[in-house]
């Protein structure tokens, strides 16, 4: 179990943050700007849940606000010589496929697309639609990362899929409000 006694350290003040093992990085450094960037992710997703969104849409994204701080730890957790996680949680293939069961099981009550759908209608499902954008910002951040150090084989999938789902999930929100997608149209403007 966590204990925080304090919440300032005074540890930061240079610049530099603690990895999980100790490691002193600069704050600007690629693997804190994705973890980072998925505490953002988090935080979007912990705000959506705060509006009037639909009941039926808690679970999965409270389920999903616990994975994504354990991604974090994850990515917090720098690999040892050996490449391998020195510990912690870590995002795995039953983690992708629960994204993937939770797609199809709100993606068949949606009508099909003709078009592309602008993000807005209720003030959740915009929230869902900004998580979505974040998501996507993680996701590359997490890409640029891999090419430069080790990563778990499942995180960028996760992100992948997550993404995907808070866009069915946005769609979902509107039609359990009531609200149509609002679809792009080229031509209009």
Not at 6 to 23: A, F, I, P
Not at 81 to 100: A, C, F, M, R, T
Not at 138 to 145: F, I, K, Q, Y
Not at 152 to 175: C, H, M, W
Request: charged content about 25%; overall charge negative.
């Amino acid at each position: 179990m966590v204990k925080i006694n304090r919440v300032y350290t005074r540890s930061g003040d240079e610049g530099n943050t603690s990895l999980v093992g100790g490691v002193r990085v600069p704050k600007d450094s690629l693997r804190i700007e994705t973890y980072g960037t998925v505490d953002e992710l988090n935080s979007a997703v912990g705000a959506a849940i705060a509006t009037n969104l639909n009941k039926e849409l808690h679970e999965p994204l409270l389920v999903i606000q616990q994975i994504l701080f354990n991604l974090g730890a994850e990515l917090a957790t720098p690999p040892t010589e050996e490449e391998e996680q020195i510990g912690g949680p870590v995002i795995n293939e039953k983690h992708v496929q629960q994204l993937e069961v939770w797609i199809d099981l709100w993606n068949e009550n949606l009508e099909p697309l003709t078009s592309f759908v602008l993000p807005g209608g209720t003030s959740a499902a915009g929230l869902l639609h900004l998580s979505r954008t974040i998501c996507r910002r993680a996701e590359r951040l997490l890409v640029a990362l891999a090419r430069e150090e080790t990563v778990g084989k499942q995180v960028i999938p996760y992100l992948n899929r997550l993404s995907d789902l808070l866009f069915v999930l946005a769609r979902t929100e509107n039609q359990l409000s009531g609200h149509k997608d609002i679809l792009w149209d080229s031509h209009r403007f």
